[in-house]
């Protein structure tokens, strides 16, 4: 029976995505296509954005066990509401600093609010709990996009289009603030306690998969410029949290091994949609729009498993850090992706896909390494 604290903590996922989620997928449109930045600073900002955001992931969660989950995260989700007023940027830096600071402590407060599921349920309820964090997050943001796209379709003011998402914000922040979980603090140090050789291996092939794991706003370039419409952009991206939201639901409720389900409906799939956008994005919709989806579903898995095993091979003193290291590897992986790919962008769009493609099959051989090694020590 999942506890009604895992309803509280997904929900108050559920609203700041129905919130922040417009500022994500109007960065990219607002820095590049309003803004005429180019595409490599681009890459250079949402490198800032995700590798700095890196290390606030790992202090998050070390913070949050030193001194007490539910403070921390309270703390870093109540920054994110000044994403809002991205709409007011006047140029490039205007832009980066609004969205950067408050995408930090996004941040800061995701591995938190996972180890607070964890303290809420048993070992066995973890892939389904984080499955319905995974997929309410997800159904916020998807809703967000639905409002989004309508509004700029309606040529809606985009600074009062991003000055609403306050109000979900902060209906977030009040959730986390009621919720029961998150009061337990451990003082001893304890990074990586736990089985030291899955953590690592994991913590280094999801910083591979944050290779490819680029911002979402390369997708919502390539479809603005194939298809010279920002409204068609940005359902590119509701698309891809439609199928993120949809196969975390389903992956929550399967009882797949949770390696396997990583590496070959995570990983591999990722690597087979980057290069569907290399191959398939002169097509427009009908070639970008299926890729969105495949991606969609390959970071359920990502965003499904890999905190479940996490917790399952952490001592439970240690899972916020582990956590943290987890946000920490992907970030770092996400924070190179970007720098890179901005620049392959800009020589040739599909280079930046290729590149993605090959990191993503490296981690998926990580993983395959993992379950042989797994299946020999149970021999």
């Known amino acids: 029976m999942i506890s009604k604290e895992v309803y509280k903590l997904a929900f108050s996922a559920f609203f700041a995505d129905l919130g922040y989620q417009t500022a994500v997928v109007m960065f990219p449109l607002i820095f590049v296509i ?38 921390m995260a309270v703390l870093g989700n109540s920054i994110i509401v000044f994403i809002s007023l991205l709409g007011f940027s006047k140029n490039w830096w205007e832009a980066l600093l609004i969205f950067m600071i408050p995408w930090w402590f996004r941040n800061f407060r995701s591995p938190i609010r996972r180890s607070m599921i964890t303290e809420v349920t048993s070992e066995k309820e973890r892939v389904k709990a ?108 509701g698309i891809f949290l439609t199928a993120s939201s949809f196969f975390g639901l389903i992956y929550s409720r399967t009882r797949i091994n949770e390696f396997m389900g990583l590496g070959f409906l995570g990983y591999l799939i990722a690597s087979i949609s980057s290069l569907g956008f290399a191959f398939l994005s002169p097509l427009g919709i009908k070639g970008i729009y299926p890729m969105a989806f495949l991606l969609g579903a390959s970071v359920a898995s990502a ?63 990580i993983v395959v390494y993992i379950i042989i090694s797994q299946g020999r020590n149970n021999d």
């Open 34 to 71: 309003i803004l005429k930045t180019p595409i490599w600073l681009y890459g250079v900002a949402e490198a800032l954005n995700y590798g700095l955001g890196s290390f606030m992931g790992l202090i998050g969660g070390i913070m949050g066990d030193r001194f007490g989950r539910k403070k």
């Open 130 to 237: 984080f499955g319905i964090l995974h997929s309410l997050d997800i159904g916020g943001a998807i809703l967000a996009i639905t409002y989004t796209s309508i509004l700029l379709y309606f040529k809606f003011p985009i600074e009062y289009l991003l000055l609403i998402t306050s109000i979900p914000i902060i209906i977030s922040t009040a959730l986390l603030s009621v919720s029961n979980a998150g009061k337990i603090t451990y003082k001893r140090k304890t990074i990586f306690k736990g089985n030291d050789k899955i953590i690592i291996l994991l913590i280094i092939s999801t910083t591979l998969f944050g290779l490819s794991q680029y911002s979402f706003g390369f997708p919502i370039i390539t479809t603005a410029l194939f298809t010279h419409e920002n409204y068609l952009a940005v359902i590119s991206y």
């Open 303 to 365: 965003e499904t498993f890999e905190p479940s095993i996490i917790s399952i091979f952490s001592k439970k003193e240690s899972i916020g850090e582990n956590m943290g290291l987890l946000t920490f590897g992907r970030s770092i992986g996400i924070f190179t992706s970007n720098f890179i790919m901005g620049f392959l962008y800009q020589i040739k769009y599909y280079y930046a896909y290729y590149f993605s493609s090959i990191a993503s099959i490296v981690a998926f051989f």
